[in-house]
């Protein structure tokens, strides 16, 4: 079953804009983590957020996560034709061992 | 991170026919998952490959048609049954290894076609 929900499903910016994507989930995390996938490819791993961190940074990319609210938010600033991929939020449950449970994802396209 | 190669990378397959993809990783991990994403759709979670014991499969899945092996701490296979054209799909084959057992690498997948 899918614990999360991505808004938008789909994305379309120019270069140069930011985009930003939620997530909302359903049940209690350890982590939630956000991946990117071009075009049919393999996932590449973005991000992890874990549930008792509010904000995280890396390069271009900002995550926050509201536990109070079961949601969280990516953002990619100054997009490029190259961040056109596939996006997705999955969680880490709280119960030992157990694998992540993805989203729908978003698609988003930068046209330069 | 590890470095994870899957095997083959796509296929065509006639219905009634089975298909098994191998995952290869570069170094010892402790959990591997099979996941299946069929087109347009998300991932989803086909079993929790164990080493040396029976995979575990979520709810939906079973073993008859998704046979799961494990021999060691960094080769798993899945087979795909008894095809459908329902079962094209990418299957994924992901790795948590030991240094962090939070986060999760992918392998490229394979693209899997049943006519």
């Known amino acids: 079953s899918q614990q999360g929900e991505e808004d938008p499903q789909a994305l379309s910016i120019q270069e140069g804009e930011n985009a930003t994507m939620n997530c909302s989930y359903k049940?209690?995390?350890?982590?939630l983590q956000w991946y990117r996938q071009n075009s049919g490819r393999g996932l590449v791993h973005l991000i992890l957020?874990?549930?008792?961190?509010r904000e995280k940074h890396s390069g271009r990319l900002r995550v926050t996560l509201d536990t109070s609210k079961k949601s969280s938010s990516l953002l990619i600033t100054a997009s490029r034709a190259a961040d056109t991929a596939s996006y997705f939020c999955?969680?880490?449950?709280?119960?030992?061992?157990?694998?992540?449970?993805f989203g729908k994802g978003t698609t988003l396209s930068v046209s330069s | 991170s590890a470095v994870i190669s899957q095997k083959p990378s796509r296929d065509i397959c006639q219905r009634g026919t089975s298909l098994t993809i191998q995952c290869q990783v570069d170094?010892?991990?402790?959990?591997m998952f099979w996941y299946r994403q069929q087109p347009g759709q998300s991932l989803t979670l086909i079993a929790t490959?164990?080493?040396?014991?029976?995979?575990?499969?979520e709810s939906g899945f079973v073993i008859d048609k998704f046979p799961i092996s494990r021999p060691n701490l960094t080769f798993s296979t899945l087979t795909v049954s008894n095809m459908s054209p329902e079962d094209s799909s990418i299957y994924l084959c992901?790795?948590?290894?030991?240094?962090?057992?939070?986060?999760?690498?992918f392998g490229p997948g394979t693209r899997l076609t049943v006519l």
């Open positions: 992901s790795v948590t290894d030991r240094a962090s057992t939070d986060t999760q690498y």
């Open positions: 049940t209690s995390i350890n982590n």
């Open positions: 957020i874990r549930s008792n961190e």
């Open positions: 999955a969680t880490k449950t709280i119960q030992a061992g157990t694998a992540l449970i």
């Open positions: 170094s010892q991990v402790t959990m």
């Open positions: 490959a164990n080493q040396g014991s029976e995979a575990t499969y």
